[in-house]
């Protein structure tokens, strides 16, 4: 059965202080994997999709890498705007298109 | 460009009567996705439709759920009876093709709230 679990469940940090959110997930033929960010009472918003081990793509203080079994999602120096939870998902082969999500991880960035 | 669409964002219905969730996909998206979250389950995929026929239901709760979607730019969520556990945001969803992987968006839900 397919699985995302993301951890940790929440996460407070200080204006300025670096972490890392983890995603990991077994899924046979993985098609993608999403990032996305959700702010309260909004829907999901995309951020990146990873396709293959090694890969990394950046935006702003957000980057994520993948590896064959999970991916990280690495924020660097984060401002109280930053302040969401993020949502992993996968996508996988065999003719199944819609994502497969994890719980999220509500991040918390204190001034 | 306008994103997904969805309407009502807001119903406060009571135990047994109809409730209707409307969508307009973003123009030119073969793919309409019905998702449902919740704090206990999170993000469940309901149904999704490629060019407006039905590929996979296997998340519909039960026969109470129905889902339609009579032309590519539009699309109901249709709950009868409603129960107070059908009580969630429900997400509609779109995509251009599914192949690579390619990015599905979200509209902004509609909060669902049945007493």
């Known amino acids: 059965e397919d699985q995302v679990t993301q951890s940790p469940e929440a996460l407070r940090l200080q204006e300025g202080e670096s972490s890392s959110l983890n995603c990991s997930y077994t899924v046979s033929g993985l098609r993608g994997l999403f990032w996305y960010r959700q702010d309260p009472g909004k829907g999901p918003e995309f951020l990146f999709t990873?396709?293959?081990a090694g890969e990394e793509k950046e935006k702003e203080r957000l980057k994520a890498t993948l590896t064959k079994k999970e991916s990280f999602l690495h924020i660097t120096a984060p401002k109280p705007e930053d302040s969401a939870t993020y949502l992993c998902a996968v996508r996988k082969g065999g003719g199944a298109d819609g994502l497969t999500f994890g719980k999220g991880t509500h991040l918390i960035i204190q001034p | 460009d306008a994103g997904v669409i969805q309407s009502p964002r807001h119903e406060v219905t009571e135990m047994g009567q109809e409730v209707t969730l409307r969508c307009k996909p973003i123009s030119g998206h073969d793919y309409l996705f019905w998702y449902r979250q919740t704090m206990m389950r999170g993000l469940e995929l309901l149904i999704y439709?490629?060019?407006?026929?039905?590929?996979?239901d296997s998340g519909m709760p039960e026969d109470r759920f129905s889902a339609k979607m009579p032309n590519a730019s539009f699309s109901t969520l249709k709950i009868q009876p409603s129960e107070p556990r059908d009580s969630a945001v429900y997400f509609c969803a779109s995509s251009w093709a599914s192949f690579s992987g390619n990015t599905i968006y979200f509209g902004e839900g509609s909060w669902l709230t049945v007493v």
């Open positions: 990873l396709y293959s």
């Open positions: 439709f490629n060019n407006n026929v039905p590929i996979d």
